[in-house]
C-alpha cells in the first residue's frame, strides 16, 4: 500500500465526517463525526510525516488529540447542559433561534 | 545506557525477524501459557484463600483438587446458555470476545525469557517488542474496558449496567493512576520496550553515597518504591479485583456487569479477568521486578540468567504477584465506592505526578550538576519531600475544613451533624407512641432502629391500577388492606 | 487683522456654542435662545471682518489655516477662502441669525427640549462654515458628510408629520451620494500617489495633476453623484421636497439656502478644476439635467398643494440655472451662478420663512387653506410679495442680477439649452403669482376662518389639488365667522425686514458681490480652459422677460 | 517496516478466533429449557420495571469522571514521550514539565476543591 | 541531546500576563470562600488584561521570532495583542457589572442547573454569581493574543482552540433566556469544530506540500514552484475557510447571528470585538507571510467572499427586527470591509502590506465601537431582562437622551459617518483596495455601507423620531464598570475619528511582519 492510498483513504473520512455533520441531526452524531473529521486529519498528518521522514507531522497529531480531548470535554458539557433541559439531543429541536 | 547487556540479551533489532514457524509457536505457547496460567490461578486463589480462612480448599477434582478449575471450566461449557428478551443482540453476543482478546492481547510484548535457541534458531523469547512496547500493554487493557462496558449495557437490565459504568468509571480512574506510576521508570530506563526495560534493569545501580560507593539492586521496585506501590494499587483497581471488585460488588449489584451472563459468555469474562491479572502481574515483573532476570542471591550464579532458567524466575515473579493479589482479596473488606474514587483520585494521582517531577529533577540535577546520588538526594529529595508533606498537610487539612467545622459545631450544639431528612411524606396517622407517654422510647434510646409507621410510597404502576385511600394518607405497599391504619387507631 | 484665523473662528465658535447650549441645564431655554442668537451673530460679526480682511485682487485663496490632520492619509487641516466660497460664508453669516429668530418660539414635538434643537442648528453652522472654507479634499468630504448628522436630527426630531420618512430619505440619499464621491475621493488620492509621487488631498496640489481622461471622467462622476444629489439635479432630486417640507422652518431655510449649495459649490470648486476634460466633455449632458429640472421642477411647484413643497420645487428649478450657469463655461454665467447661489439663499430663504410664519398661523401646509390674508395681514402680504417676486426675478429684486447673468453668460455657448431655460422663467412667474393669489388675495377660507358654533368643521385635509373654486364654494357657509389672523409680530418683523433689505440691495447694487466672485471664477474658468472671454459683469441691466 | 507487530496479528487471529468458537459453540452444547423467567432482565426477584435506566439519566459524576480522565490521559500522552527523551532533553526538558505538570495541577486543584472529585 | 530552543521571556511578557491571570484565576476559583470571589476575580482578571496590554505597549517596535521560531513577536503582533487585551479588559468590565440586572448578574449562577427547574427559578435572584467566566474568559484572551502572534500553523491551531472554546462555553451561559444561551453555545460548539477541523485539514496538506508548518518556510516552499501545486491551494483554501468562519465572514457565517443573539450581552461584545479581532490577525499573518508570495491563489478568493459577506449582512441586516441580530450581520458586513482592507496587500517584499495597517486601524476602531454598541444594549431593560427588540427601542430618546445619544455615536461609527472611527477606519481599508487597483470591491463595499446604513438610522430613528410604547423598556443606570465601558468607547469612538492620526502612525509603524 503506498502513501497515497493512506491520503486518500483519509480524504474519504474526512468527507464522510463533514457529510455526516451536514445530513446528521443528533447533536452528538454531529459531535462525533467533527470527531472523525479530526481522526482523518490525524491520518493524513502521520503518513506526511512518514512520507517526508520527519516526525513533525506524528508531533501534531499529538497535539491534535489533545485538542480533539479538549474539544470533547467542552462540547459533550454543553450539548448535556442542552440535553438536560430538553430531553433531546437533536439539532432540530433546537430551534429557539430564527430569523 | 550503559547496561552492560549479556549477550543473549535480546535488543529491538531482534524482534520482526523470526521465522513464521517460530512465531506461530510462540503465538501458541502465550496462548497456552495464559490459560495454564488462569486455570492454575483459579485454584491457587481459592486454596490459598481457603488457607487464610483456615478452610482446605477444593480437593476433589484431580490431584489435591489442582484440576478444579478445569472442570468449572467445563461444566460452564454445558450450562444453558441464556440471552434475555431485553438485550441488545449483537453486542450482547460480542462483549465477551471484546473484553478475551484484548486480554490475550496485551501479554504479547512481555519478556519471558532471554535469547534461547527453539530448534537451532536464536530468537528471544518473547512474542514480540517494540520501542512502544508498554503502549501496546496499556492499550489492549484500555480496550478491555469496551467488553464490560458493552456488556452491561447490552444485557438491557439494571445491575449490569450500573456494574458496568461503575466499572468503566473505575478503570479509567485507576488508568490514570497505573499509567503515571510507569513514567519514572521510562525515564529511568530511557525507553518505552520491554525487552530494553527488563535489560536496564540488569546491573545494579551504582550508588555513591557521600564517598561510599556500593552497588544496589538494579530493580526498578527498589530505585522507584513509590512508583511500586502506585503501580501495585492501580492495577489491583484496574483489574476489579477485592478490596476493589466494585462493578461486582455482589452485595450491591448481585454479579455486576456480567449479571446476565452464562455458560461460555460468562467463563470468557472470567477468563479475561484472570488474563488480566496475570498480565499485570507479568508486566510488574517486567517494569519493576527485573524482569526475567534471577533476583540478587541466584544472579550470582552466572548460568542464571541464560538458557530457558529465566522462564523459571519469570513465572515466580508472577506467581508471587499473583499471590498478592490473593492475598489482598483474602484479607481486605471491599471499599465503598466513594471511598475507592477519592483514593484514586486523590491520594495516587496526585502523589505520582509529584514524584514524577522528584524523580525528573534528581535525575536532571545529578546529571547537569555532576553530583553523586547522595547529595542530589539530600539536596533536591529532601527538600521536595519536605514540601510535598507540608502541601498534603495544607490541602487534607482544607479538604476537610468543612467537616471540621460542623464537627465543632455539632459538638457545641447547634447543628445536627447531618442534615435532617426532608419530610416527604405526611405520617400516615397518629404516632404510635402518643406523646404524653412519659418515658425514654427505644428510638431515642440508644440505637438506631426503623421507624415502625413508616410508609413507603406506592409505585407508580400500583398508583395506576387503584385509587389512593380515601383519606389521603398514602397507601403502604404491603399492607393494602385497612389493616394498618386501624391498628394505629387502635394503639 | 489678516493673520487672525477667522475661518477657524467661526468653525470653533459655533461649535462651542452647541456644546453650551448642550451643557445647559434642563429648563433654561430662555437662556438656550438667547445663546444661540449671540453666537450667530458672532459669526456673522466674523463674516463681515473676514470679507474685509479679503484682499480681493490677491491670492486665489486666502486668510488660510493648515495644520496637518492625519499625516498617514496626507490629510491636512486646511481651511482658506476664495471669493465663492467667502460669499458662501457671508450667506451663512446671514441667514443663521435670522433663522434662529425666526425660530424663537418654534415648538417642540412632545417633551423633547429645544435646546437640542440650538445646539442642532450651531453644530450645523459649523459644519456649513467647514465645508465652504476646508481647501483640503478630505477634509471636505468630512465636513460634508459630517453635515448630513446635525440636519438629520434636525428634520427627523422637529420636522412635520412625515419627518421620519423624510429624515431618512435626506440621508440616505446623501448618504450614498457621499459614497460614491467617497471613492473618487480616494481614487483621487491614489491617483495623485501615482502622479506625485506623495499622495495629496490639497486642493491646490491636486489641481495640477495630470489626470489621464478615462479616470477622470470615472472621478468626475463620482464627485457629480454626490454634488447632483446635493444640488438636487433631476434625477436626484426626490428627497428635497419631502425633506424640504417636512423640515422646520429654520432648518428648510438652511437646508435650501445652504446645505444644497454645497452641490453646486461642489460643481464649481471640485468638478470643473479638478476633472477639466471631463467637465467639458460631460458638460452636455449636465445641461441637459440643469433644463430639464427648470422645466419640470416648474411645472410640478405648480401642481403643489403644500406650500412648503411647492417653495422646494421651486428651488429645484433655480438650481437647474445655476447648474446651467456653471456648466456653460463663460466666466458670466457662471459669476452669475455664484451670484445666484446668494440670491437664492436669501430669496428662498425669505419665501421660506414667510410660508412658515403663513402655517405658524394658520397650521396648515395646504395652499387651498388661506385665502385673502392681505386684508388682515398687509405686512405679511407684503413681506410675502417681495419673496415671491424676488423667487420669479423681478427686476429690481436681487435673482434677477443673478439669472440675468446666467442667461447672458450662457447664450453665446448653449443657446439652445438658454432659449429653453427662459421658458422656466415664464412658469416660475406662473406659480408664484398663483401661490401669492391664492394665500393673500380672495375671500377668506380654509383653517383662518373661525367656525361658527353650528358649522361644521373646515375640512383641512383637503388632498392635492385643493382648488380655489371648491374653496370659494365653501366659503358662504362659514360666513358668520371672522379672521383670526394676525399681522407680523415685532419678532417676525425683525426676521423679515434684514433680507428684505438684502432683496432690495443686491437687487440695486449687485456690484461688491461680482467683485468677490469673479476673479475666483476666473481662475476656475482657467482651471478648466473655458474661454474666459466673454460678457463683461458690468453688462446693462435691462430688459425683462 | 512493522514487521514486529505481525506476531500481535497472530495472536490476535487467534485468540479472537477462540473467543468466538466459544461464544458461537456455547448455544448449541447446553441445554435447552425454555421459560420466559430466564428471558427476564433479573431483578432480585422483584417484576422488572422497564428500562430503568437506558435511555434514561446517568448519574452526571460518571460524566464528570470521564471528562477528568480525558484530560489527565492527555497528560500522560505528553508524559511518556518526555519520560523517554528526558535525559536528552535536558534542564530545558525538566522546566517545560514542569510548567506543564504545574499547570495541569492547577486544573486538578480546581476540579478538587469544586467538588469534582468526590463520589457521595 | 536536543537543543532548547530560544525563548525570549521579554517577547512573551503579554503572552504569560494573561495565561498568568488566567491561571491564578483558576485557583482562586477553587480557594477563594464564594462571597469574595467576584471582586477578586474581576481585578486579577483585569490586572492580566491590563498588564497584557502595557507589557505589549512596551514591546513596541520589537521584531523577532521566538520559541524555537513557533511564535512572532512583530508590529502586527504586538498591536493586535495590544488591541485584543485593551479590548478584552473592556469587555471583562462589562462582565463584571452587577448593577443592572435585578438578578445582579448577566450570568447564570450555576450552569448545571438544568435551565427551568424550580432549582433554577431559585437561583435565578439570588445574589450567587458565576465568577468562573472570568478566568474562561481571560484564557479566551490570551488564545487570542497567542493566535495574532502565532508563526506556525500548529500554534495558530492551538490558539484558536484555546480561544474558542471558553467561548463555546461563556455563551451558553445567559441567566435569563437559559435555552437561548445554551442552544446558542450548541450551535456554535458544533459549527466552530467543524470550522476547525478545516482549518486542521488545511494545515494537513500545506504540511504535506512543503513539509513545513512554519509560515516562513511555506512561503519559500510555495514561492519554490509555481505556487506550490494543488495540494498547497488546497490546504490554502481549507485553512482560510477556517479562519473565515472564526471571522463571521459570509458565507461562513451562519452562527453568528444566532450566537450573537442567544450569548450573554457582554458575551457578545468581548467576541464580536475580541475574535474578530484575533481571527482577522491570522488571516492578515497567513495571508501575507505565508502565502504572500503566491498571492494569485487566494485573491479571487479573498474578493469573492468580501462581496459576498458585505452583501449577504447589508442586506440581510435590513430584515433584522432583533438589534444583537442586527448587529450580527452589522458584523458580518464589517468582516467584509475588513476583507477589503486585507486585499489591499501592498508591494512590500517582506510582507509590508498597504493593506495591513488600514486593516489593524480598522479593527481596532470597529471593536472598540462595537463594544460600546452592545454595552448599550444592556442598559436598555424590561422585565424579561434586556430589550433587544427593535419596536421596544421606539422613543428611546425620550426615556433616556444620553443613552440615546450615546448609541446614535456608535450607530452612526458602525455606518461610517466622517468624524467617527468608522469612517477613518473605512477610509483607510478603502484607499488600500483601491491602490491596489480593487476598484470594484470598494463600489462594491459602498453600495453595502449605504444599505447597511439603513439599518443603522432605523434604530436611530426609532429613538428620536418615534413615540415611546406604553410599557416600553427602561433603561436602567449602569453601575461603574459599565460607565467607564461607555466612557472610554464613546472617547475613542469621537478621538479616532477626530484625530486619528497618532494611532494610525502606530498601526501603519506596526504594519511589518516578521519572518
Redesign the interface.
Known amino acids: 500500500m503506498s502513501l497515497t492510498h493512506y491520503?486518500v483513504l483519509?480524504a474519504i473520512l474526512?468527507t464522510i465526517?463533514?457529510v455526516g455533520?451536514l445530513v446528521r441531526r443528533n447533536?452528538i452524531v454531529?459531535?462525533m463525526c467533527?470527531e472523525l473529521?479530526?481522526n482523518?486529519?490525524n491520518l493524513?498528518?502521520v503518513?506526511?510525516a512518514r512520507?517526508?521522514g520527519?516526525v513533525?507531522?506524528q508531533v501534531?497529531a499529538f497535539?491534535?488529540m489533545v485538542?480533539a480531548a479538549?474539544?470533547v470535554v467542552?462540547?459533550l458539557?454543553?450539548?448535556m447542559?442542552?440535553f438536560?433541559?430538553?430531553r433531546s439531543a437533536s439539532?432540530d429541536d433546537?430551534n429557539?433561534?430564527k430569523? | 545506557m550503559t547496561v552492560a547487556a549479556a549477550a543473549d540479551q535480546p535488543t529491538l533489532a531482534d524482534f520482526g525477524t523470526d521465522v513464521w514457524w517460530i512465531v506461530l509457536i510462540k503465538i501458541v505457547g502465550v496462548f497456552v501459557v495464559l490459560v495454564l496460567l488462569t486455570l492454575f490461578a483459579i485454584v491457587f486463589e481459592r486454596k490459598v484463600v481457603a488457607r487464610m480462612q483456615q478452610r482446605i480448599g477444593p480437593n476433589r477434582v484431580g490431584p489435591r483438587g489442582y484440576l478444579q478449575s478445569l472442570a468449572d471450566g467445563l461444566k460452564l461449557a454445558f450450562k444453558e446458555d441464556i440471552m434475555p428478551a431485553l438485550a441488545d443482540k449483537p453486542v450482547y453476543f460480542l462483549a465477551p470476545v471484546l473484553a478475551t482478546v484484548p486480554a490475550f492481547l496485551a501479554f504479547s510484548v512481555i519478556p519471558l525469557g532471554p535469547v534461547v535457541s527453539i530448534f537451532g534458531q536464536q530468537t528471544p523469547l518473547q512474542l514480540t517488542d517494540a520501542p512502544i512496547g508498554v503502549l501496546v500493554v496499556l492499550a489492549c487493557s484500555a480496550m478491555g474496558i469496551y467488553g464490560i462496558v458493552l456488556g452491561g449495557w447490552a444485557s438491557g437490565s439494571t445491575y449490569p449496567l450500573l456494574g458496568s459504568l461503575r466499572s468503566a468509571a473505575q478503570m479509567i480512574s485507576y488508568e490514570i493512576a497505573m499509567g503515571l506510576s510507569i513514567v519514572a521508570v521510562f525515564l529511568y530506563a530511557g525507553s518505552m520496550s520491554t525487552s530494553e526495560i527488563v535489560a536496564a534493569q540488569a546491573d545494579g545501580n551504582q550508588v555513591s553515597f557521600f564517598g561510599l560507593t556500593f552497588t544496589g539492586p538494579g530493580w526498578y521496585a527498589v530505585l522507584l518504591p513509590v512508583s511500586f506501590v502506585i503501580y501495585v494499587i492501580a492495577v489491583v483497581g484496574e483489574t476489579n479485583r477485592a478490596p476493589f471488585d466494585l462493578p461486582e460488588a455482589e452485595s450491591e449489584l448481585v454479579g455486576g456487569f456480567h449479571t446476565e451472563y452464562s455458560s461460555l459468555k460468562f467463563a470468557l469474562f472470567f477468563l479475561a479477568e484472570y488474563i488480566n491479572m496475570v498480565t499485570v502481574s507479568a508486566l510488574a515483573a517486567t517494569l519493576f521486578l527485573g524482569g526475567w532476570r534471577a533476583p540478587w542471591p541466584i544472579s550470582i550464579w552466572d548460568g542464571a540468567n541464560s538458557g530457558w532458567w529465566p522462564l523459571l524466575w519469570f513465572f515466580l515473579k508472577v506467581v508471587a504477584a499473583l499471590f498478592v493479589f490473593i492475598w489482598l482479596r483474602g484479607t481486605l473488606p471491599r471499599l465503598r465506592y466513594d471511598q475507592f474514587m477519592r483514593f484514586g483520585w486523590k491520594v495516587l494521582v496526585p502523589t505520582a505526578l509529584v514524584w514524577i517531577l522528584a524523580v525528573a529533577t534528581m535525575r536532571t540535577v545529578a546529571r547537569e550538576a555532576d553530583l553523586s546520588t547522595g547529595q542530589v538526594a539530600l539536596f533536591v529529595g529532601v527538600p521536595i519531600a519536605l514540601l510535598v508533606i507540608a502541601v498534603l498537610l495544607v490541602v487534607s487539612r482544607?479538604s476537610n475544613r468543612a467537616t471540621r467545622i460542623a464537627a465543632t459545631k455539632a459538638a457545641a450544639g447547634s447543628i445536627h451533624p447531618t442534615e435532617a431528612e426532608p419530610e416527604v411524606l405526611p405520617p400516615a396517622g397518629p404516632r404510635r407512641r402518643p406523646a404524653g407517654r412519659t418515658g425514654p422510647s427505644r428510638a431515642e434510646g440508644g440505637f438506631p432502629i426503623p421507624p415502625m409507621d413508616l410508609a413507603v410510597p406506592p409505585s407508580p404502576r400500583l398508583r395506576s391500577r387503584e385509587a389512593v385511600a380515601p383519606d389521603g394518607a398514602v397507601v403502604g405497599t404491603g399492607r393494602r388492606s385497612g389493616a394498618g391504619t386501624q391498628e394505629d387507631v387502635d394503639d | 487683522m489678516s493673520d487672525f484665523p477667522f475661518l477657524l473662528a467661526m468653525i470653533a465658535v459655533p461649535a462651542v456654542g452647541a456644546a453650551a447650549v448642550t451643557a445647559l441645564p434642563k429648563g433654561r431655554e430662555q437662556t438656550a435662545r438667547q445663546l444661540s442668537l449671540g453666537v450667530s451673530l458672532v459669526v456673522l460679526l466674523l463674516a463681515v471682518l473676514a470679507t474685509i480682511a479679503f484682499d480681493v485682487g490677491g491670492e486665489r485663496f486666502q486668510l488660510t489655516t493648515s495644520v496637518?490632520?492625519?499625516?498617514?492619509?496626507g490629510v491636512d487641516f486646511a481651511l482658506g477662502v476664495d471669493g465663492i466660497a467667502l460669499v458662501m460664508l457671508l450667506l451663512i453669516g446671514v441667514l443663521v441669525p435670522v433663522v434662529v429668530v425666526a425660530s424663537w418660539r418654534e415648538e417642540p414635538t412632545?417633551?423633547?427640549s429645544m435646546r437640542?434643537f440650538w445646539a442642532w442648528l450651531l453644530l450645523l453652522e459649523s459644519l456649513m462654515v467647514g465645508v465652504f472654507a476646508a481647501t483640503d479634499v478630505f477634509l471636505f468630504?468630512?465636513?460634508?458628510?459630517?453635515m448630513?448628522?446635525p440636519m438629520?436630527?434636525l428634520i427627523?426630531?422637529f420636522g412635520g408629520p412625515r419627518?421620519?420618512y423624510a429624515?431618512?430619505k435626506f440621508?440616505?440619499y446623501s448618504?450614498?451620494g457621499g459614497?460614491?464621491m467617497?471613492?473618487a475621493v480616494?481614487?483621487l488620492?491614489?491617483v495623485s500617489?501615482n502622479e506625485l509621487g506623495e499622495g495629496t488631498f490639497a486642493f491646490d496640489a491636486l489641481r495640477q495633476v495630470e489626470i489621464d481622461p478615462g479616470v477622470q471622467k470615472l472621478l468626475f462622476l463620482g464627485f457629480f453623484v454626490a454634488f447632483a444629489i446635493k444640488a438636487p439635479l433631476v434625477p436626484f432630486h426626490t428627497w428635497l421636497p419631502d425633506s424640504g417640507a417636512e423640515a422646520p422652518i429654520g432648518g428648510a431655510v438652511l437646508l435650501v439656502g445652504v446645505l444644497d449649495k454645497v452641490g453646486t459649490f461642489g460643481f464649481i470648486r471640485y468638478c470643473l478644476p479638478l476633472f477639466p476634460d471631463a467637465s467639458r466633455e460631460l458638460a452636455p449632458y449636465v445641461l441637459v439635467l440643469a433644463v430639464a429640472g427648470i422645466l419640470y421642477a416648474a411645472l410640478l411647484a405648480m401642481g403643489q398643494s403644500d406650500m412648503k413643497r411647492l417653495v422646494s420645487y421651486t428651488s429645484i428649478a433655480h438650481f437647474g440655472f445655476i447648474a446651467l450657469g456653471i456648466f456653460a463655461f463663460t466666466t458670466e454665467a457662471t459669476t452669475g451662478a455664484v451670484l445666484y447661489m446668494v440670491n437664492h439663499g436669501i430669496a428662498t430663504g425669505l419665501l421660506f420663512l414667510v410660508v412658515g410664519m403663513l402655517i405658524a398661523r394658520g397650521g396648515s401646509r395646504l395652499v387651498g387653506d388661506y385665502g385673502g390674508v392681505a386684508a388682515q395681514a398687509p405686512l405679511l402680504a407684503g413681506v410675502f410679495l417681495v419673496a415671491g417676486l424676488a423667487s420669479l426675478a423681478l427686476p429690481g429684486t436681487n435673482s434677477f442680477v443673478s439669472e440675468f447673468l446666467v442667461l447672458i453668460g450662457s447664450f453665446p455657448t448653449r443657446p439652445v439649452f438658454t432659449v429653453l431655460a427662459t421658458v422656466g422663467i415664464v412658469l416660475a412667474a406662473l406659480y408664484v403669482l398663483l401661490l401669492y393669489q391664492r394665500t393673500m388675495h380672495g375671500p377668506p377660507r380654509g383653517v383662518l376662518l373661525e367656525p361658527a358654533p353650528e358649522a361644521p368643521a373646515p375640512t383641512t385635509g383637503g388632498g392635492g389639488g385643493a382648488t380655489a373654486a371648491t374653496a370659494t364654494l365653501e366659503a358662504p357657509a362659514a360666513a358668520p365667522a371672522r379672521l383670526r389672523v394676525r399681522d407680523l409680530s415685532r419678532r417676525e418683523l425683525a426676521v423679515a425686514a434684514p433680507m428684505v433689505a438684502l432683496v432690495i440691495a443686491l437687487g440695486v447694487y449687485p456690484q461688491p458681490l461680482i467683485d468677490l466672485i469673479e476673479p475666483a471664477v476666473a481662475a476656475t474658468m482657467s482651471d478648466v480652459g473655458a474661454d474666459p472671454a466673454g460678457v463683461s459683469p458690468e453688462a446693462p441691466v435691462e430688459g425683462t422677460d | 517496516m512493522l514487521s514486529q507487530y505481525v506476531p500481535i496479528v497472530g495472536l490476535f487471529a487467534l485468540a479472537a478466533a477462540f473467543a468466538l468458537f466459544s461464544v458461537t459453540v456455547a448455544p448449541f452444547v447446553g441445554p435447552h429449557r425454555h421459560n420466559r423467567a430466564k428471558l427476564a432482565a433479573y431483578e432480585c426477584g422483584i417484576e422488572p420495571v422497564d428500562q430503568p435506566l437506558t435511555g434514561g439519566r446517568f448519574p452526571?459524576k460518571y460524566y464528570l469522571t470521564a471528562m477528568i480522565f480525558i484530560v489527565f490521559d492527555i497528560e500522560i500522552v505528553f508524559l511518556y514521550p518526555w519520560a523517554v527523551?528526558n535525559d536528552?532533553?535536558?534542564?530545558?526538558?525538566l522546566v517545560e514539565m514542569v510548567v506543564f505538570i504545574g499547570?495541569v495541577f492547577?486544573?486538578y486543584?480546581?476540579v478538587?476543591?469544586?467538588g469534582g472529585l468526590d463520589w457521595d | 541531546?536536543?537543543e532548547?530552543?530560544d525563548l525570549s521571556l521579554a517577547a512573551l511578557a503579554p503572552l504569560l500576563f494573561v495565561f498568568g491571570a488566567a491561571?491564578v484565576g483558576?485557583?482562586v476559583?477553587?480557594?477563594a470562600p464564594r462571597d469574595v470571589r467576584h471582586p477578586v476575580q474581576v481585578a486579577i482578571a483585569l490586572v492580566g488584561t491590563l498588564g497584557g496590554l502595557v507589557t505589549s505597549l512596551l514591546l513596541a517596535g520589537e521584531r523577532q521570532v521566538t520559541a524555537g521560531g513557533a511564535l512572532a513577536v512583530d508590529g502586527p503582533a504586538v498591536f493586535l495583542e495590544a488591541t485584543i487585551a485593551g479590548l478584552g479588559a473592556l469587555s471583562l468590565l462589562l462582565f463584571a457589572e452587577r448593577s443592572l440586572d435585578p438578578a445582579r448578574s448577566a450570568f447564570v449562577a450555576a450552569?448545571?442547573v438544568?435551565?427551568?427547574s424550580p432549582r433554577d427559578r431559585e437561583l435565578m435572584t439570588a445574589p450567587r454569581v458565576q465568577t468562573e467566566v472570568y478566568p474562561l474568559a481571560t484564557f479566551a484572551i490570551g488564545g487570542m493574543m497567542l493566535f495574532v502572534a502565532a508563526n506556525d500553523l500548529?500554534v495558530m491551531?492551538?490558539a484558536l482552540?484555546v480561544l474558542s472554546?471558553p467561548l463555546?462555553?461563556i455563551s451558553?451561559l445567559a441567566r435569563r433566556r437559559?435555552?437561548?444561551s445554551?442552544?446558542?453555545?450548541?450551535?456554535y460548539?458544533?459549527l466552530g469544530?467543524?470550522a476547525?477541523?478545516f482549518f486542521?485539514?488545511g494545515?494537513?496538506?500545506v504540511?504535506?506540500a512543503t513539509?513545513?508548518?512554519r509560515l516562513s518556510a511555506i512561503r519559500e516552499a510555495s514561492a519554490g514552484e509555481a505556487g506550490g501545486g494543488v495540494l498547497l491551494v488546497l490546504g490554502l483554501a481549507l485553512l482560510v475557510v477556517g479562519l473565515l468562519f472564526k471571522a463571521s465572514v459570509a458565507p461562513f457565517h451562519a452562527w453568528t447571528?444566532?450566537v450573537y443573539?442567544?450569548a450573554p450581552t457582554p458575551v457578545t461584545a468581548f467576541m464580536a470585538a475580541c475574535t474578530k479581532v484575533a481571527a482577522f490577525g491570522a488571516i492578515l499573518r497567513l495571508l501575507y507571510v505565508a502565502f504572500g508570495t503566491s498571492e494569485w491563489t487566494w485573491r479571487p478568493l479573498v474578493y469573492g467572499i468580501a462581496i459576498v459577506s458585505m452583501v449577504v449582512g447589508a442586506v440581510l441586516g435590513l430584515?433584522?427586527t432583533d438589534l444583537k441580530?442586527m448587529l450580527a450581520y452589522s458584523s458580518i458586513a464589517h468582516a467584509g470591509f475588513l476583507l477589503t482592507g486585507v486585499l489591499g496587500y501592498g508591494s512590500g517584499p517582506d510582507g509590508t502590506g498597504s493593506g495591513l495597517?488600514p486593516t489593524m486601524f480598522y479593527l481596532l476602531a470597529y471593536g472598540l465601537t462595537t463594544i460600546g454598541a452592545f454595552a448599550v444594549l444592556t442598559l436598555v431593560r424590561d422585565g424579561d431582562g434586556e430589550a433587544t427588540h427593535l419596536s421596544q427601542w421606539a422613543g428611546l430618546?425620550?426615556r433616556s437622551?444620553l443613552t440615546a445619544a450615546v448609541m446614535a455615536l456608535f450607530l452612526?461609527a458602525l455606518?461610517g459617518?466622517?468624524?467617527t472611527s468608522g469612517?477613518?477606519g473605512?477610509?483607510?481599508v478603502?484607499?488600500a483596495a483601491?491602490?491596489d487597483g480593487a476598484?470594484p470591491l470598494?463600489?462594491v463595499a459602498?453600495?453595502a455601507?449605504?444599505v447597511a446604513?439603513?439599518f443603522y438610522?432605523?434604530v436611530?430613528?426609532l429613538m428620536?423620531?418615534?413615540?415611546p410604547a406604553v410599557d416600553g423598556p427602561t433603561v436602567g443606570v449602569p453601575g461603574l464598570p459599565t460607565t467607564l465601558v461607555l466612557a472610554v468607547t464613546v472617547t475613542a469612538t469621537v478621538v479616532l475619528g477626530v484625530?486619528?492620526?497618532a494611532v494610525?502612525?502606530l498601526a501603519?509603524g506596526a504594519a511589518r511582519f516578521v519572518g
Open positions: 491520503l483519509a474526512f465526517g463533514a455533520v447533536a454531529v459531535f467533527v473529521m479530526l482523518s486529519v493524513t498528518l503518513t506526511f512520507a517526508s520527519t513533525d507531522g501534531m497535539f491534535v485538542v479538549a474539544e467542552v462540547g458539557a454543553i450539548i447542559s442542552l438536560r433541559t430538553r439539532v433546537a429557539l433561534l430569523y | 482544607a | 496637518s490632520w492625519i499625516p498617514d492619509f412632545g417633551r423633547r437640542a468630504y468630512v465636513f460634508f458628510e459630517a448630513l448628522v438629520y436630527f427627523g426630531s419627518r421620519q429624515a431618512v440621508f440616505l448618504l450614498v459614497l460614491v467617497l471613492a480616494i481614487g488620492y491614489v500617489a | 452526571i527523551a536528552a532533553l535536558g534542564v530545558f526538558g499547570t492547577i486544573a486543584v480546581y478538587w476543591r469544586r | 541531546m536536543i532548547a530552543p491561571c483558576v485557583l476559583e477553587a480557594f450552569a448545571a438544568p435551565a427551568g500548529l491551531f492551538v482552540e472554546l463555546y462555553l451558553g437559559r435555552l437561548l445554551q442552544e446558542a453555545a450548541v450551535k460548539f458544533l469544530a467543524f476547525s477541523a486542521l485539514y494545515l494537513a496538506l504540511y504535506g513539509g513545513s508548518i447571528p444566532d443573539q442567544g430584515t433584522q441580530r495597517g430618546g425620550r437622551t452612526l455606518a459617518i466622517p468624524l469612517f477613518t473605512k477610509f483607510a478603502f484607499r483601491i491602490d476598484w470598494v463600489l459602498l453600495l455601507s449605504a446604513a439603513f438610522l432605523r436611530i430613528v428620536y423620531f418615534s413615540e484625530v486619528p492620526g494610525l502612525d501603519e
